[in-house]
């Protein structure tokens, strides 16, 4: 049996996420959504480890519970440090298998005077290899992944602060780092042309601040539920597949500067160079050109087909294929020409995942003709565009969302029937 992970996100007392994020309302989430474990996220933080140990309960084999909802101890951690004449900024998922290990680790960070209580996401100035030494040291069964490996700012691969080659930054660990998290701005096909990740599962969570958030990217894996078969799942990558945000819409997908109003794609790149036209510095570079600075292969070498919605590649047929979406409420929302978040929307959410099933499933396998019957036949329509990847995008780039729109305004009475 096949379980949906989302294993990246963060509580309340990380910075710039919401108040409500707490055991109870992210077990009843993870059931709006259909995942079935959850990272607990931030176990680092003082405040937020204590509600774990009061509201969570050993359910087994390195696993957590919560009202039926299966959490694995995870956080994230922010190492800012000098090598190689540069400033690196990388982030790092960990997940650790009991709440023993989450004490030795904390204590072993507070003896090299890292502040834990600052941040659910706590910055350190210790070195990636650093942090490798004392995770493994604490418990050799932890497992480490660098999270959004893209993007510019604080990554492995990102372009204003990470390394060219994977190797570089984790050193004599980097057979222990079995996987890799996409981020939001890319997906599975941009890093299976790297060739420097052949070797590494590619993963994909949703790096949630809010509630409604969580899912927006998943990993569905093979095994059976637990940390010890997680752990071997990564390792000889048994994974079914993940499910995608579009990358566009992703906040780093293409170059440019938000404050002088520049986009540039790849190929604007390579005609204009990385200089912005209006002020003279240099663009924010993005994932895609990221990408294509670092790509191994073509698009045309990973010999890509799609078969019901999942991408796969017939060169490469033993990657996990790959599933992108949009988020149900953005569609009900954009059906109703109204606001994600406001209550009309959230109750006509509400009423397809009390009655139907959950959003992943409404999204990839609920039939058409049973949505329509619960909200009506646009949002019966606007799944169904969505399934087929019939929507108009405008790149996100800069730290600027890109823009999904699922209707574009330009389709005919006969295109919409």
């Known amino acids: 049996m096949a379980y949906v992970a989302d294993l990246h996100l963060h509580s309340r007392f990380s910075r710039a996420c919401s108040p409500q994020l707490n055991i109870p309302n992210l077990s009843k989430w993870a059931k709006f959504k259909g995942i079935d474990l959850l990272g607990t996220a931030d176990f680092l933080h003082?405040?937020?480890?204590?509600?774990?140990?009061?509201?969570?309960?050993?359910?087994?084999?390195g696993l957590y519970q919560h009202n039926g909802v299966k959490f694995l101890l995870s956080t994230e951690i922010s190492c800012i440090y000098t090598e190689g004449g540069k400033c690196r900024r990388i982030h790092l998922v960990i997940f650790l298998p009991s709440f023993e290990s989450v004490s030795k680790l904390s204590a072993e960070l507070i003896k090299r005077k890292v502040n834990l209580a600052s941040d659910g996401r706590p910055i350190t100035g210790l070195s990636v290899k650093q942090i490798c030494e004392i995770v493994f040291g604490v418990d050799k069964s932890a497992i480490i992944i660098p999270a959004h490996i893209w993007t510019p700012w604080f990554s492995l691969f990102g372009s204003e602060s990470g390394f060219d080659f994977f190797k570089e930054c984790f050193g004599e660990?980097?057979?222990?780092?079995?996987?890799?998290?996409?981020?939001?701005?890319?997906?599975?096909?941009?890093?299976?042309?790297?060739?420097?990740?052949?070797?590494?599962?590619?993963?994909?969570?949703?790096?949630?601040?809010?509630?409604?958030?969580?899912?927006?990217?998943?990993?569905?894996?093979?095994?059976d539920l637990g940390y010890s078969?997680?752990?071997?799942?990564?390792?000889?990558?048994n994974i079914v597949g993940t499910i995608e945000f579009f990358p566009e819409e992703g906040?780093?997908?293409?170059?440019?500067?938000?404050?002088?109003?520049?986009?540039?794609?790849?190929?604007?790149?390579?005609?204009?160079?990385?200089?912005?036209?209006?002020?003279?510095?240099?663009?924010?570079?993005?994932?895609a050109?990221?990408?294509?600075?670092?790509?191994?292969?073509?698009?045309?070498?990973?010999?890509?087909?799609?078969?019901?919605?999942?991408i796969k590649s017939k060169k490469y047929p033993n990657r996990p294929g790959f599933r992108m979406l949009v988020g149900l409420e953005k569609i009900i929302a954009e059906a109703l020409g109204q606001s994600v978040g406001t209550q009309k929307v959230r109750n006509e959410y509400d009423k397809l995942v009390m009655n139907l099933d959950p959003?992943?499933?409404?999204?990839?396998?609920?039939?058409?003709?049973?949505?329509?019957?619960?909200?009506?036949?646009?949002?019966?329509?606007?799944?169904?565009?969505?399934?087929?990847?019939?929507?108009?995008?405008?790149?996100?780039?800069d730290n600027t969302y890109g823009v999904i729109n699922i209707w574009d305004g330009t389709e005919t009475e006969e295109d919409i029937k």
């Open 251 to 287: 906040k780093y997908h293409w170059s440019g500067h938000r404050n002088c109003n520049v986009i540039a794609s790849p190929e604007d790149i390579r005609k204009n160079g990385e200089t912005c036209p209006k002020c003279g510095k240099r663009l924010t570079i993005g994932v």
């Open 289 to 310: 050109e990221r990408v294509e600075k670092l790509a191994s292969r073509s698009v045309a070498d990973l010999d890509l087909e799609t078969i019901d919605g999942v």
């Open 46 to 61: 003082p405040v937020w480890f204590a509600e774990l140990k009061k509201d969570l309960r050993e359910w087994g084999n």
């Open 229 to 237: 078969n997680l752990l071997s799942d990564l390792k000889t990558q």
């Open 359 to 397: 959003e992943l499933k409404i999204l990839t396998k609920t039939s058409l003709d049973l949505i329509k019957l619960y909200s009506g036949e646009k949002i019966a329509e606007g799944v169904d565009r969505v399934r087929q990847g019939k929507l108009s995008i405008k790149p996100g780039y």
């Open 173 to 223: 660990f980097s057979d222990s780092i079995y996987a890799v998290e996409t981020g939001l701005s890319s997906e599975p096909e941009m890093n299976w042309r790297v060739a420097d990740l052949d070797n590494k599962s590619i993963v994909s969570f949703s790096d949630a601040h809010s509630l409604p958030n969580i899912g927006r990217e998943v990993t569905l894996f093979k095994g």
